[in-house]
């Protein structure tokens, strides 16, 4: 005897399910960072995630002889671009971490120096390098600018220095270059930059070929050269100490005037 069979009861209240024609693809593939969406019959369409973009602007999967087309179809993490900071090289440290170095010859406008990605996004893109020794000078180089200009005014022998970030260029206003010399002469501190077996012409040219040079130290007994950004004029007070052996020279601007003498 036959079995009798009857279609399923459907309560009321029960909310009926949806039932949508398989795809002759089968299921949908997975992309990495993205989320599917089907816009028509075997066709699918690629959002990538927030913080990620696709090889193309606009990603569609299609259902071509049974098999979804797929190729070439990522979401990249934006992060993982660097951004361009021009005059200046950017390196990933970390993930969403990267660390910024000013070329040579150029600085940063901030002292930070690493700048972190969110969500695709690079915070602090607006790091600059620019041209050394353009930087706004502080009121305490000004002051020094305004101090030493007078000095040149007041003191035609003196060189006139000019202080832009941490560097200084000194030149004779008027009258030629030339050093003034005081014997058994040191200045205690004294090593802006020191060069050992060197004659006393090579350590009188260095100096004289560098413009924040003002002022050196040479030794005849060991042969030692200490170039100085300093000169007796420029600070109130200096300390000296006797040397048999080390001979002091200051770069002055050669006129009818004398310089101030050293303090004994």
Known sequence: MKQRFSPPRIKHGHNLKNCTALSPCGEKPTVAHANLTQTESGTLKVNCLEGYKGTHETEILTCQNKTWTQSEI???DLCAILPNI???EVELTKPGVAKVTCLEG????????EISCKNGIWEQEKISCTVQNVKKVSKNQ????IQFL???VLHKNYLLCVFLTQNQTCDCLLGKLEFKKWEAKKIVSHNDERIFNISFEECSAKCKSKKWCVSFEYSEKNRICHLSKTAHY???QLLFVEEKSV???EKVCQNDVLPRPLPK
């Open 234 to 236: 420029m600070l109130n």
């Open 106 to 113: 150029y600085q940063g406008e901030i002292d930070e120096d």
């Open 86 to 88: 021009t005059n200046a």
């Open 74 to 76: 990522n979401c990249t």
């Open 150 to 152: 007078l000095s040149a």
């Open 247 to 249: 001979n002091y020279y």
């Open 142 to 145: 000004m002051l020094k600018f």
